[in-house]
């Protein structure tokens, strides 16, 4: 048994921007998420020599609060500029004066600088939130409990009310409602290790016009990778037609529509990686949701603050301004 001010759930952006934001106001705060590090779909992954940012690809700044926070992570060597135009599915560039900055070492960079300090927990997935005495328990799949006054939910909807529902936790009707209503695009990516240079423009990215691609990325001319390795991301209605598709078929499908590509993968250098909710249909209008008639408890993320990185942010910044 823990006991906490105010629990964390997940360590994904919002999470963690909730989190220092928390503990700088003397909160006594963890931080759990299932998966064995921190991120969410700030995610970079290594297959052999080869480094891949197959979740989020970059981001812009346009808010003075968000701008402050890239400028500290700029000043810390966390993030660097990509590039500054907006690539048009025609393959040109227009310049339109916002940098796309990058982590310098992979996305996942940036949720690292943020956990430092932080009471962090990976590798622990709840089964259930439920309400006890006025406060909040949590229990893991190895039956650990932690016992909160506060909650901040960054999870996906569905998977957060799948943890009230485990927990036995009645949400307001309004609430239940309109969480319900919350759904989310998927997202395949397939990440291919090269056996030479992907023959991609500069800056090492493509936007297609439309199916199968969303997204291609060299991760090599990003400047992340010391050796040429892919990431293709395909669009909304190939992820849900190839879901359930063999890895075999997915890879062959989208490495054949990359339009220009001038190597193959390398032998066993290929993994695919499936995001249920890649981001939301649509986001809600609050930044933050505080729930009716139970103890503190907010919900945040993308399905809030907007399905970006600033929207991310900004939503656990509006979480920890809520309990605060």
């Known amino acids: 048994m823990t006991d906490l001010d105010v629990?964390?759930?997940?360590?994904?952006?919002?999470?963690?921007?909730?989190?220092?934001?928390?503990?700088?106001?003397?909160?006594?705060?963890?931080?759990?998420?299932?998966?064995?590090?921190?991120?969410?779909?700030?995610a970079t992954r290594r297959i052999g020599e080869g480094v891949f940012d197959h979740g989020a690809q970059f981001f812009t700044s346009a808010e003075p609060e968000f701008d402050a926070e890239v400028a500290a992570w700029v000043e810390a060597g966390v993030v660097a500029q990509w590039f500054e135009t907006r690539l048009e599915p025609d393959g040109s560039r227009v310049a339109d004066g916002?940098?796309?900055w990058r982590g310098t070492a992979g996305m996942s960079g940036i949720a690292k600088h943020l956990a430092v300090s932080l009471d962090v927990r990976t590798g622990s997935?709840?089964?259930?939130?439920?309400?006890?005495?006025?406060?909040?328990?949590?229990?893991d799949s190895d039956?650990?409990?932690?016992?909160?006054?506060?909650?901040?939910?960054?999870?996906?909807?569905?998977?957060?009310?799948?943890?009230?529902?485990?927990?036995?936790?009645?949400?307001?009707?309004?609430?239940r409602l309109e969480l319900d209503a919350v759904e989310y695009h998927p997202c395949?990516?397939?990440?291919?290790?090269?056996?030479?240079?992907?023959?991609?423009?500069?800056?090492?990215?493509?936007?297609?016009?439309?199916?199968?691609?969303?997204?291609?990325?060299?991760?090599?001319?990003?400047?992340?990778?010391?050796?040429?390795?892919?990431?293709v991301h395909a669009g909304t209605a190939t992820s849900r037609a190839l879901w359930d598709a063999s890895d075999d078929d997915v890879v062959g499908r989208l490495l054949a529509a990359v339009p220009g590509l001038a190597s193959g993968p390398v032998a066993g250098g290929v993994q695919v990686q499936r995001w249920l909710y890649a981001r939301p249909v649509e986001c809600r209008p609050e930044s933050a949701r505080l729930l009716v008639g139970l103890p503190p408890a907010v919900l945040?993320?993308?399905?809030?603050?907007?399905?970006?990185?600033?929207?991310?942010?900004?939503?656990?910044?509006a979480a920890a301004a809520l309990l605060l």
């Open 7 to 42: 629990l964390v759930v997940g360590a994904g952006l919002a999470g963690l921007e909730a989190a220092r934001r928390l503990v700088d106001a003397g909160r006594n705060v963890a931080v759990v998420d299932k998966g064995r590090g921190v991120g969410g779909r700030l």
């Open 98 to 100: 916002h940098p796309r």
């Open 125 to 139: 997935r709840l089964v259930s939130l439920a309400v006890d005495d006025g406060a909040w328990t949590a229990v």
């Open 143 to 175: 039956g650990f409990v932690i016992r909160a006054d506060s909650i901040v939910v960054t999870a996906p909807v569905p998977q957060t009310l799948a943890l009230f529902e485990a927990g036995g936790v009645q949400l307001d009707t309004n609430d």
């Open 188 to 231: 395949i990516a397939v990440l291919a290790l090269l056996d030479g240079p992907s023959g991609l423009p500069a800056p090492g990215a493509l936007r297609p016009a439309g199916e199968p691609l969303d997204w291609v990325a060299d991760n090599q001319m990003k400047g992340i990778s010391p050796v040429p390795a892919l990431t």
């Open 300 to 317: 945040c993320g993308d399905a809030f603050g907007g399905a970006r990185v600033p929207g991310a942010a900004a939503s656990g910044m």
